[in-house]
């Protein structure tokens, strides 16, 4: 059992940085490629990085390429997401998820965990 918890959301203008966290309990983490979401008011959650099992390969929505970046410590068993030159539409709930593999396009009940969200905000 892996148990997630995001931290890091808030209130940010626009153009402004978070480092969004997501720690994880269990002595299983570094067997999991890990994955952030969001979900924007009234629409679907969408796929937004993942990291492989030992952080060497990455993916990134085509929205955040070149603002967001993806890391994590295995050692921490956390993962993060930096995010830069934040705009309004990144406002949204961002999820992490535990999932067998780095290559986004699961669906939503095919991750193994999810945890509770985080709220980021960008004001214009």
């Known amino acids: 059992q892996v148990q997630l918890v995001e931290s890091g959301g808030g209130l940010v203008q626009a153009g402004g940085s978070l480092r969004l966290s997501c720690a994880a309990s269990?002595?299983?983490?570094?067997?999991?490629?890990m994955h952030w979401f969001r979900q924007a008011p009234g629409k679907e959650r969408e796929f937004v990085a993942s990291?492989?099992?030992?952080?060497?390969?990455?993916y990134y929505a085509d929205s955040v390429k070149g603002r967001f970046t993806i890391s994590r410590d295995n050692a921490k068993n956390t993962v993060y997401l930096q995010m830069n030159s934040l705009k309004p539409e990144d406002t949204a709930v961002y999820y992490c998820?535990?999932?067998?593999?780095?290559?986004?396009?699961?669906?939503?009940?095919?991750?193994?965990?999810w945890g509770q969200g985080t709220q980021v905000t960008v004001s214009s």
């Open positions: 990291i492989s099992r030992s952080g060497g390969s990455t």
């Open positions: 998820a535990a999932g067998r593999t780095v290559v986004p396009g699961l669906k939503v009940n095919e991750y193994d965990y």
């Open positions: 269990g002595r299983t983490f570094s067997s999991y490629a």
